[in-house]
């Protein structure tokens, strides 16, 4: 079984600091990692993924996150945060469980970004 | 172009109603999803078809049926409408199982 956990379902930072989310994994078997977005009354955007090559990931708008197997985790950062970035953000796992691959998503954080 | 689209995009029906959402990937994709997202953001997969078989069905009730015609559409009928039915559903695609999965905007139904 896979499971997701987010640490910190609001996070507030100001306009130009650095954003830093939480996300914990457990899988049985080598993890697929996602980070989703959800900007207010849409659907998940995909700003980055792991899938067993480099460690550190860089995504979309300026979003990178490093893939630690000794410490399961899969934390999300941007240098400097802007109003844009003002969204709900998502951790998955995706892990083969024998006749499927499926996705199962953390609790959320909503980032709150402050001028 | 939308890549995933769903129809319609509020719902919004009486309790005991039979209703129904569409989906539309226009991605080429093979393996189309149902995923539920409560009043909290709890995003939990509901249904999963590869080449218009089902391969994952997960703990939901049997009012829920999903149906896919094609590679391109998967359908999602609700029975007898429940006031915990409401909830956000969204509809995603991938190519193969590992890959990346894109969402629609989401349909909201509200059950009253």
């Known amino acids: 079984a896979q499971s997701v956990t987010q640490l910190g379902s609001h996070v507030s930072v100001s306009e130009g600091a650095l954003v830093l989310l939480r996300c914990n994994y457990s899988?049985?078997?080598?993890?697929?990692l996602f980070w989703y977005v959800q900007y207010p009354n849409q659907g998940l955007q995909l700003l980055l993924k792991?899938?067993?090559?480099?460690?550190l990931v860089k995504g979309i708008n300026g979003f990178e996150a490093e893939f630690k197997k000794s410490e399961t985790s899969f934390h999300l950062t941007k240098p400097s945060a802007h109003m844009s970035d003002a969204a709900e953000y998502f951790c998955?796992?995706?892990?083969?469980?024998?006749?499927?691959?499926?996705?199962?998503f953390g609790t959320g954080t909503r980032l709150q970004v402050t001028l | 172009d939308t890549a995933v689209s769903q129809t319609p995009k509020y719902l919004v029906t009486q309790m005991g109603n039979d209703k129904s959402i569409k989906c539309e990937q226009n991605?080429?994709?093979?393996?189309m999803y149902w995923y539920k997202q409560d009043s909290k953001k709890f995003l939990k997969i509901m249904f999963s078809y590869n080449n218009k078989e089902l391969i994952i069905n997960e703990t939901v009730p049997n009012r829920f049926s999903p149906k896919s015609p094609d590679k391109a559409h998967l359908n999602l009928h609700i029975n007898s409408l429940e006031l915990g039915d409401s909830a956000v559903y969204f509809c995603?695609?991938?190519?193969?199982?590992?890959?990346?999965?894109?969402f629609g905007p989401g349909t909201r139904l509200t059950v009253l």
């Open positions: 792991y899938t067993s090559a480099a460690t």
């Open positions: 899988s049985s078997v080598p993890p697929y």
């Open positions: 991605l080429g994709h093979d393996t």
């Open positions: 995603a695609s991938s190519q193969g199982n590992y890959n990346e999965q894109f």
């Open positions: 998955a796992v995706s892990a083969y469980t024998g006749t499927a691959s499926k996705l199962t």
